[in-house]
């Protein structure tokens, strides 16, 4: 299967899933917006998603799938099936043990990562996580999943799994929502998130025990790849926790800004985190598997990165542009299209625009980066994409925590816009990532990249897109905010897209 093809199945997974996630935030914004309740749910995620994220998709992905799927490449078909069954044992016990600590110090981590709340924020968002860590242990063997899958070249099942967890929390909250207290309605949603992982578990399972049938379960150290992956893995589990280090120093920033901005800023990143999962991530997950089994010798093994990641980044900057644009011009519509209803207002669409169009300055950045980064990892080296990671995070933390508490205040505007000035430092220091790990490729395996004059035609055309989609926005008569958004979608799109198949031929043919 081709590198184009796999991704075009990540991406309607991704698609298919993050639909799901954008309605399972709509019925969440309807029932709860941005108060208390919602704040507490908000944080209460993110911290067993450390979890998932330290032993899950990306660790495995980075450190599981290059030696799995070299092995298979190479004909080494049972070993392989022993190193993933060993790697899957040796996971399950390690997450045992983790949810279990999650649990017994779960207030600790929630002073850690909302020192702001006090009372019954505070108590509230430490049941939630009680209760929710459990099925986040499940999503990490979901991950493993995930790793077989992709280097077997089945990437759909794996990237639409999700949607059985969105789905199991939307259902519980449309069952048991109405004329409920917002507490008691997060309450639900954390005992349905459990449910939800072990159908997106469970649901892998067949294919993958039909698709390797070597596998044995057995913790075992002896063969010498497990070593290699475990090694692997545990300088990509620093990495990851660098990652969400940063996570948690963003959630812990906005939770000292103001009641709500911490909703705000999940709301937003519901919404911008699809460009990056539908063309970065796609792409960087179908390519992983394809640029570790590349052998031979060093030269032709260089140019067939070069050629995968130049198509890669090809693609990723044709949709993400737009996307970074759209966010710009176009965030207070989006959000608003998204979630508006229920509890949930104009004025905190507004807010989100704000985290938005903070999130679009290191959009394309961060998608590129994820790609660089599985080069990186399908080479053997998982310590540059750590040290640049270290940098991004150190420096977005520092200046950060500066722009979110002191920039309104220096501004003359409410406080509640340090959320979007929070993204936009987070954007820049992505970029600093990014040009380390391009810098590290250039000195691997020769130069990559997408020329300039591309990059500028795609943002002018982009740009201009959004202007017309604002402009007719504003000729609207009164309709739904669903509607306007609807509206607004096309607009760009009828502008976008045939105006770059005219100046990029090769990239709208491509993409």
């Not at 990056?276 to 990165?305: I, T, Y």
Request: net charge positive.
């Amino acid at each position: 299967m081709s590198g184009g093809a796999g991704a075009r199945l990540v991406a309607a997974g991704i698609f298919l899933s993050r639909l799901t996630g954008l309605v399972r935030q709509k019925v969440f914004a309807y029932f709860l917006g941005d108060g208390l309740a919602a704040d507490a749910l908000s944080a209460a995620f993110r911290i067993p998603n450390l979890l998932q994220n330290l032993l899950g998709e990306g660790v495995l992905s980075a450190s599981f799938i290059p030696v799995y799927a070299r092995l298979r490449a190479e004909g080494r078909a049972a070993e392989a099936g022993r190193v993933a069954g060993a790697v899957a044992a040796l996971l399950a016990l390690v997450s045992l043990v983790v949810v279990a600590l999650g649990m017994v110090l779960t207030p600790i981590l929630v002073d850690l990562i909302a020192p702001g709340f006090e009372g019954e924020g505070r108590a509230l968002t430490i049941q939630l996580v009680r209760l929710i860590f459990p099925g986040i242990g499940i999503l990490v063997l979901s991950a493993w999943c995930l790793g077989v899958l992709n280097s077997h070249r089945r990437f759909f099942l794996s990237y639409v799994s999700p949607v059985l967890w969105n789905g199991a929390m939307i259902a519980a909250v449309l069952l048991f929502g109405p004329g409920t207290a917002t507490e008691d309605v997060v309450v639900t949603i954390a005992w349905a998130s459990v449910a939800g992982s072990a159908l997106q578990c469970l649901v892998q399972v067949p294919s993958v025990l039909r698709l390797d049938p070597a596998l044995r379960f057995l913790p075992t150290l002896r063969l010498a790849p497990v070593r290699d992956v475990l090694q692997r893995f545990g300088v990509v589990v620093i990495g990851r926790g660098v990652v969400q280090v940063s996570g948690f120093i963003d959630t812990a920033i906005a939770s000292l800004v103001s009641v709500g901005s911490v909703a705000t800023l999940q709301y937003a990143q519901v919404i911008s985190m699809l460009p990056v999962s539908l063309f970065g991530m796609s792409v960087s997950a179908a390519e992983l598997p394809a640029m570790a089994s590349e052998v031979g010798e060093r030269d032709r093994v260089a140019q067939a990165l070069r050629q995968r990641l130049d198509r890669g980044l090809q693609r990723i900057a044709y949709f993400v542009i737009p996307s970074a644009a759209a966010f710009l011009l176009l965030g207070g519509v989006l959000a608003a299209g998204f979630y508006e209803g229920g509890a949930f207002t104009r004025q905190s669409a507004i807010w989100v625009w704000g985290a938005l169009a903070g999130s679009a300055v290191g959009l394309l950045a961060s998608t590129m980066g994820r790609l660089y980064a599985s080069g990186l990892y399908a080479l053997g080296d998982t310590t540059t994409p750590l040290r640049a990671a270290v940098v991004r995070v150190t420096l977005a933390a520092g200046a950060g925590w500066w722009a979110a508490r002191t920039g309104p205040v220096l501004l003359g505007i409410d406080a509640r816009w340090g959320v979007g000035l929070l993204t936009a430092v987070s954007g820049v220091a992505a970029w600093l990532e990014f040009l380390w790990l391009r810098r590290a490729m250039t000195e691997r395996i020769g130069r990559t990249g997408v020329a300039p004059t591309r990059i500028i035609r795609l943002w002018g055309t982009a740009l201009v897109a959004g202007l017309v989609a604002v402009a007719g926005t504003r000729l609207l008569p009164p309709l739904p905010a669903w509607m306007v958004a609807a509206v607004a979608v096309a607009l760009f799109a009828a502008v976008y897209l045939p105006t770059t198949r005219q100046l990029l031929p090769s990239d709208a043919r491509r993409s």
